[in-house]
């Protein structure tokens, strides 16, 4: 058996008197040096614990600050905007492609913003001459007569992802139809939009003006499809030999089905007008009207704002004003429409 190593003992074995001492003494000592130094560890704690509680506690009231100051108005204190679309597409497309606006006007402006989205041209312009709507995004001529009969303001309209505040009509047939000029349209079936349309309607009367042609007679058939995706469908399942609508309506069903693509090609069309533009009623408080103005003019500029427009298909909104209407005032008088009357527009 090897010798026990010096200093070391071996279990079972008891301590010489002087070594037990010694070593009593030794524990004693460093055992006074580890308690100074434990409660020196002890009281840094303490005092960073204290420090980290009271830095916390001021980042909690800064955030119960920041809280407070932007929590909503309740329900009953918050103002109630009802906003109109006409039916440029399908009801509940056309819902769809405005929501996030409305949904993003509302939080930023703490309002409620509504959208209604009517099965007609004629009955927006109705329900705002009824104050039942605050406003709408309307058409060229559907603006330019709610203007003229209703007394609205524009505020805005979008720009597209293109640079293009503005949309001009197209005449549409078939690629297999074998129309190519007026005098294929003969005896033919013509799909119309609605009368409050620049697009739908204007257009084609332009257009059969152009060629000194009554279409009343000139054609077999005509009909007002009611919306612009309307038209372009009759014309492509053969419901119509030919058909009017809006550039922007037909490029973006263009993007989305193949068959508007490759089935379709434009016969002729009309000068820019600008797109759906915002205008709301003239009565309309003018700080609501600055507001909304003021949001819409800097969406862009937000984060939030910019995938909103990117849903919308569109870059920005762009300021708008009456005299950007000039020329469809001038299109609409030179063919005869009667845009101060309570009744739809006349054909010349």
């Known amino acids: 058996m090897l010798p026990p190593k010096k200093g070391h003992v071996r279990p079972g074995c008891s301590l010489p008197h002087e070594v037990r001492c010694a ?42 600050s920041k809280e407070s100051s932007t929590v909503s108005k309740p329900e009953e204190q918050r103002q109630t905007l009802m906003i109109g679309l006409v039916p440029e597409q399908s009801l509940f497309k056309q819902a769809r492609r405005y929501e996030p606006i409305a949904e ?78 007026v005098k294929e349209v003969r005896g033919k079936r013509f799909a119309f939009v609605d009368k409050y349309t620049t697009a739908g309607y204007l257009l084609p009367l332009a257009y059969f003006k152009k060629w000194q042609v009554d279409y009343r007679t000139y054609l077999k058939e005509y009909y007002f499809a009611g919306t612009h995706e309307d038209v372009i469908y009759d014309v492509i399942d053969r419901k119509a030999d030919i058909g009017a609508v809006k550039s922007s309506v037909l490029n973006r069903l263009a993007d989305e089905d193949p068959r508007v693509k490759n089935n379709l090609i434009v016969l002729s069309r009309t000068i820019d007008v600008p797109e759906n533009s915002l205008a709301v009623r003239r009565d309309l408080p003018q700080q609501i009207k600055e507001q909304l103005k003021l949001e819409l003019l800097r969406m862009h500029d937000d984060p939030e704002g910019r995938l909103v427009l990117k849903s919308f298909k569109a870059r920005r909104f762009v300021e708008t004003t009456d005299r950007d209407f000039r020329s469809v005032y001038l299109f609409a008088r030179e063919l005869g429409v009667d845009l101060s009357g309570k009744h739809a527009p006349s054909s010349p």
């Open 23 to 64: 070593a009593e003494s030794r524990w004693q000592k460093r055992s006074k040096r580890d308690c100074i130094h434990e409660q020196q560890i002890l009281f840094l704690l303490k005092k960073h614990f204290i420090a980290v509680l009271a830095i916390a506690g001021l980042f909690l009231a800064i955030g119960c």
């Open 104 to 181: 993003y006007l509302s939080m930023r402006l703490d309002m409620d913003i509504h959208l209604a989205v009517m099965p007609t041209y004629e009955q927006v312009l109705t329900n705002i001459a009824q104050r039942k709507l605050d406003g709408a995004f309307l058409g060229s001529l559907s603006y330019i007569l709610c203007r003229q009969q209703c007394g609205i303001e524009v505020l805005a309209r979008p720009e597209d992802l293109d640079g293009h505040s503005t949309y001009y009509g197209v005449v549409i047939v078939r690629r297999d139809s074998n129309i190519h000029s």
